[in-house]
T-cell receptor
Framework: AQKITQTQPGMFVQEKEAVTLDCTYD???????LFWYKQPSSGEMIFLIY??????QNATEGRYSLNFQKARKSANLVISASQLGDSAMYFC???????????FGTGTSLTVIP | KAGVTQTPRYLIKTRGQQVTLSCSPI?????VSWYQQTPGQGLQFLFE???????NKGNFPGRFSGRQFSNSRSEMNVSTLELGDSALYLC???????????????FGPGTRLTVL
């Protein structure tokens, strides 16, 4: 089974609107971390936000927030007030407590329309 | 604090050649991981080094190897290059080994390898 599933290959959003990028994960660990990265066309992966499995509140970092629903095993990224510079690939990732590596999803390509 | 650096940024090789890629982690980071990214396969984990020891390895043939030096800098080597090795190779560093859920990986800009 896939550890990380991102079901939206491509998304479009109007500038200044909010957008939600979906991510579901699969783990039997009680302790795990969830991460979101942004990859612009230049190729560099930029860390955006982290959520720990024991964190009771949803993580927020500026315009990014993580909608963490533990029972549903989902960790959706919400970008508020989209900007043209938000156009990029977005990857969801997970690290398990007992695991040995980062697991990445296949990514979602976000295009912000002026 | 300087980020993760990778050299070279671009590389063109021919089949059968070998190549060495270099990665310098963020100062103080002891763990370095390597990933291969292609349009068809996405991001695939190659291996992770911590304190000069390979801790984890992905499902890649033995042509892919690496090492880490005492200053945490890492090199990745690919021998007998094949056309399918054309990819973006990303290096990521973190403070500790991959064990520890809060340990965030920070990525370098990548080396884009083209095999002709």
């Amino acid at each position: 089974a896939q550890k990380i599933t991102q079901t939206q290959p491509g998304m479009f959003v109007q500038e200044k609107e909010a957008v939600t990028l979906d991510c579901t994960y699969d783990t039997s660990d009680q302790s795990y971390g969830l991460f979101w990265y942004k990859q612009p066309s230049s190729g560099e992966m930029i860390f955006l936000i982290y959520q720990g499995s024991y964190d009771e509140q949803n993580a927020t970092e500026g315009r990014y927030s993580l909608n963490f629903q533990k029972a549903r095993k989902s960790a959706n990224l919400v970008i508020s007030a989209s900007q043209l510079g938000d156009s990029a690939m977005y990857f969801c990732a997970m690290r398990e407590n007992t695991g040995n590596q980062f697991y990445f999803g296949t990514g979602t390509s976000l295009t912000v329309i002026p | 604090k300087a980020g993760v650096t990778q050299t070279p940024r671009y590389l063109i090789k021919t089949r059968g050649q070998q190549v060495t890629l270099s990665c310098s982690p963020i100062s103080g980071h002891r763990s370095v991981s390597w990933y291969q990214q292609t349009p068809g396969q996405g991001l695939q984990f190659l291996f992770e080094y911590f304190s000069e020891t390979q801790r984890n390895k992905g499902n890649f043939p033995g042509r892919f190897s690496g090492r880490q030096f005492s200053n945490s800098r890492s090199e990745m080597n690919v021998s007998t290059l094949e056309l399918g090795d054309s990819a973006l190779y990303l290096c990521a560093s973190s403070l500790k080994s991959l064990r520890g859920v809060q340990d965030t990986q920070y990525f370098g800009p990548g080396t884009r390898l083209t095999v002709l």
